[in-house]
Nanobody, 129 residues
Framework: QVQLVESGGGSVQAGGSLRLSCVAS????????MGWFRQAPGKEREGVPF??????????FYTDSVKGRFTISQDNAKNTVYLQMNSLKPEDTAMYYC????????????????????WGQGTQVTVSS
């Protein structure tokens, strides 16, 4: 069965950096879209990925809230997706989840959580001011 395992979360001061990793098993990272979602304390998990990557087209997508600060990438040899987070802000505090889509997207990635059937358990990121 497909498993996604996130790691790399932690506590950091505002302006700092973290790199999250998402290792997949029984799923080929290079086969379709991978996305990162997050859930802030006391809020529902966001319904759209704030970062996604389509390995078939090398297209990446970022929401305005993270554009220019976060970078999504993948290493097919390690079957891993990364999220480099720089210039972190207190509002970035959340549980971060990686998710994988079905292998049907050729150019762009789906924008809704329901199109990502595989999810990890999450890794906590806390940014203090």
């Amino acid at each position: 069965q497909v498993q996604l395992v996130e790691s790399g979360g932690g506590s950091v001061q505002a302006g700092g950096s973290l790199r999250l990793s998402c290792v997949a098993s029984a799923y080929t990272v290079g086969s379709s879209c991978m996305g990162w979602f997050r859930q802030a304390p006391g809020k529902e998990r966001e319904g759209v990925p704030f970062a996604s990557i389509n390995p078939r087209s090398d297209n990446t997508f970022y929401t305005d809230s993270v554009k220019g600060r976060f970078t999504i990438s993948q290493d097919n040899a390690k079957n891993t997706v990364y999220l480099q987070m720089n210039s972190l802000k207190p509002e970035d505090t959340a549980m971060y989840y990686c998710a994988a889509s079905a292998p049907q997207y050729l150019i762009s990635c789906p924008s809704l959580y329901k199109n990502y059937p595989y999810w990890g358990q999450g890794t906590q990121v806390t940014v203090s001011s």
